[in-house]
């Protein structure tokens, strides 16, 4: 196990990165990263900090905020966990590097460098000012295999950087007065033109008598389930040889109590799932665990975002597939008769 940490110094509306071709030897050799190093014997994150940036840069610092904790996991080193900083006020003037070429990249040109995809995370988490987050990288090689946030998986890089701007903004549930066949239409289209889907692959709804004509909840969100699973059949039904992908979208209803429980069923004719890979789907919506996001096949497009919108509406989920035939999710969600 080894500590480190790692400070973005911010001047201008830009940050101080660190270009490293200097060394042969270097683990980060060719990336762009921020300023730091490892701890030595009896010092404290900050006094880490502050010499390493003074070593590697000439400055001192004077104001500085301690933004996250960030676990590594790779075969080919030891755990390392990094203590991260963003920096805003310092003293003195920029020295030559032993390590790698300083400069000041303006804050909208930095995913434009040649960056590790974790730091392209936790970058976009400081650029939107996201609070104090762990997150956790495990690596094969250069490859990101598993990223997780606040216990949180993730089932790609994009759906990681979108999390610290799509949480914030999700995280009351809305009473809206909406008509889910119109939803249902309208979110198919919206996906249609997203993923340019000609003939080959053919959506259809049914929408059952025993569903309301207008509902009380959230539509929007509703809405973004929806359109996850249908990116989900997507992906499997254009796996398959032959253009023959059918994606069928089936909503009913069952009045209990004071409520009607809403289900959506989204099934396809694809590839479908290995046991392995069911299995895998099946722990993640249960408990979190992510582990199948190892896969590079793109299984698990949003799941993250799914289970999370599920669970916040006090609904359920559930999947079944067989391989070679297909894949069906179910969703249901608690909703008032408006």
Known sequence: MRMTTLCYIEKDDSYLMLHRTKKDKDINKGKWIGVGGHFLDRESPEECLYRE???????HLTSWRFRGI???????YPTEYMCLYTADAFTGDLIECDEGDLKWIKKDELMQLNLWEGDRIFLSYLLKDYPFFSMKLRYEG???KECMVDGKHFSSV?????????????????????????????????VKIQY?????????????????????GDAGKIGQII???LQ????????????????????????VSYATWIYIEIKDNGVGMTKDQLNNVKNYLKDGDTRLMESKEGLGIGLSIITYLVK????????MSKEGEGTRFLVNLPQLEA
């Open 227 to 229: 359109s996850k699973l």
């Open 158 to 190: 994009e759906e990681a950087e979108n999390w610290g701007d799509w949480d914030r903004e999700n995280q009351e549930v809305k009473e809206d007065c909406y008509d889910i066949g119109s939803l249902v239409e309208h979110t198919i289209e919206d």
């Open 53 to 59: 940036v003074l070593e590697e840069t000439g400055l």
């Open 312 to 319: 916040l509406m006090s609904g359920t989920i559930e999947v």
């Open 232 to 255: 989900n059949s997507i992906f499997f039904v254009s796996k398959k040889k032959k253009n023959e992908g059918e994606i069928l979208v089936h909503i009913w209803g069952e009045h």
């Open 196 to 216: 340019d889907i000609g003939e080959q692959i053919q959506i259809k709804s049914v929408m059952e008598e025993s569903v309301p004509k207008r509902l009380s």
């Open 142 to 144: 250069d490859e990101l």
């Open 70 to 76: 960030i676990t590594f996991l790779s075969e080919d």
